[in-house]
């Protein structure tokens, strides 16, 4: 990057685009949380790799008719509808704050018109479905290889908290209780493990006996004794101390790796995959993230007849995020549930709550 052009009294710096990114990322990254400084950094490098490749290089050069061909350049990389909204978005925004800055012409930033998503675009539908879970779990538990390492470990405490990366990166190891069953999840921005809605997501979990016991054993057996740059003990520890989130996605991939507890669906032997390393494992099609396994514990919790706002309070979002987002019921188990609250109503016994209420305590 050449050395920031200096301006006359009155006159406008026509920066390079690569320095007004960095300059609307410092500018702004006071205000901003976790990881949205990274966000934006990598959502502009999509912008900045269009600005090259249409010979964009100074802010002069962000004239309106060629600002809008980056919907265009989206379109032509093969994003998800989505993905594209949300780059988008993030453009717009920076636009705007360089219009209200006076570096450019206001009402740049219309030139780019965020696409309109359908229900279904706006709400992704992966989920690691409840019963997958259920026979990789199993599985696990019963493999003398594989039971209690740690992405075995991970795979449970997703699955039964519906805890996201940003909590898992969190614990410590004291913040796991192994005789009363329970990880506290505290947010401690201080030294480096922010939770994503601050303190407002701290709270305490209470974990099933085989859950709590398969933890118990990766602490003993399997976890790396690692500190962090703080002196903190983390849970779930790199070879570095506290992973990055990255990191962990790459581990539940790893763990989800169907050829672990079955043959192939992709027609390849294990010991000749590439993908059954840690750096690859995303690119089987058949393993997934740590955000669909939280969908799927989100869902279990739901059909085994747990309340929405229990459910929201383990997993630390609300109940109307959870019905449009998480909740991803097949249809028989959405008749279950229906079942659960409606078999055996009958409209000439039941008028009031109580008379049901009579029958349970019979």
């Keep these: 990057m050449n050395p920031p052009q200096t301006a006359g009294p009155g006159d406008v710096p026509d920066l390079e685009l690569e320095e007004a990114m960095q300059l609307f990322i410092s500018r702004n990254q006071p205000n901003w949380k976790g990881e949205t400084a990274r966000t934006y950094r990598k959502s502009l490098d999509t912008f900045e790799a269009f600005a090259e490749e249409t010979d964009l290089e100074t802010l002069d050069d962000l004239e309106m008719w060629r600002v809008g061909r980056f919907t265009d350049y989206l379109l032509s990389q093969d994003y998800a509808r989505v993905t594209v909204q949300s780059k988008q978005k993030q453009a717009r925004r920076w636009l705007k704050w360089l219009e209200s800055q006076g570096y450019i012409e206001v009402g740049t930033h219309l030139a780019i018109e965020p696409l309109k998503l359908t229900d279904s675009e706006q709400t992704s539908s992966d989920i690691f479905r409840p019963e997958t879970l259920n026979e990789t779990l199993a599985y696990y538990r019963d493999s003398l290889k594989w039971r209690s390492k740690r992405g075995h470990a991970l795979l449970e405490i997703i699955g039964h908290t519906g805890a996201r990366r940003s909590c898992i990166r969190a614990l410590d190891v004291d913040d796991y209780d192994p005789e009363a069953r329970t990880l506290t999840f505290l947010n401690r921005p201080k030294t480096g493990t922010r939770l994503k809605r601050g303190d407002a997501h701290q709270r305490k979990v209470v974990l099933a006996e085989t859950p709590n016991r398969i933890l118990e054993e990766y602490v003993e057996r399997d976890r790396s ?29 790893q763990a989800t790796l169907p050829c672990v507890r079955k043959s192939c669906p992709h027609g390849k032997e294990r010991h000749k995959c590439q993908w059954t390393e840690q750096q690859d494992s995303s690119k089987c099609p058949s393993s997934t993230s740590p955000h669909p396994v939280r969908r799927g514990s989100i869902t279990w919790q739901l059909n085994i007849g747990r309340s929405v706002q229990d459910v929201a309070d383990r997993a630390a979002t609300t109940p109307d995020v959870i019905r449009r987002y998480y909740d991803r019921p097949d249809l028989d188990s959405e008749l279950r549930r229906r079942i659960t609250d409606f078999d055996g109503i009958d409209l000439c016994k039941h008028s009031d709550p109580s008379d049901i209420n009579e029958e349970i305590d019979q």
């Design 225 to 253: 004794e690692r500190h962090d740059e703080h002196g903190r003990r983390p849970l779930f520890a790199s070879a570095r101390g506290r992973p990055v989130k990255s990191t962990i996605t790459n581990w539940i991939y």
